[in-house]
């Protein structure tokens, strides 16, 4: 997974106690683990890719490109 210029705009949505589906189509996501608890997804069906984070309160200061 390449990371985008546009990373910095991303919507980072809160972890569940769940294995992570796709949350336009629901098949299984692959994902990177990132840093702290951030993890960017990629659905291999739609392509869809979203970040998701186990701590939504710092979250949007852990995206890359952010800082």
């Known amino acids: 997974m390449k ?3 546009s990373d910095a705009d991303a919507v980072i949505y809160l972890m569940s106690d769940q294995p992570e589906a796709c949350r336009w189509c629901g098949v299984r996501t692959i994902f ?3 840093k702290d608890g951030l993890q960017r997804h990629e659905c291999p ?3 869809a890719e979203y ?3 186990t701590d939504f309160a ?3 200061s852990k995206v890359p ?3």
Do not use: I, M, T
Request: proline share 0%; charged share 35%.
């Open 32 to 34: 990177v683990e990132l």
């Open 3 to 5: 990371l985008a210029s």
């Open 65 to 67: 490109g952010s800082n």
């Open 58 to 60: 710092d979250a949007e």
């Open 45 to 47: 069906r739609c392509k």
């Open 51 to 53: 970040f998701v984070e």
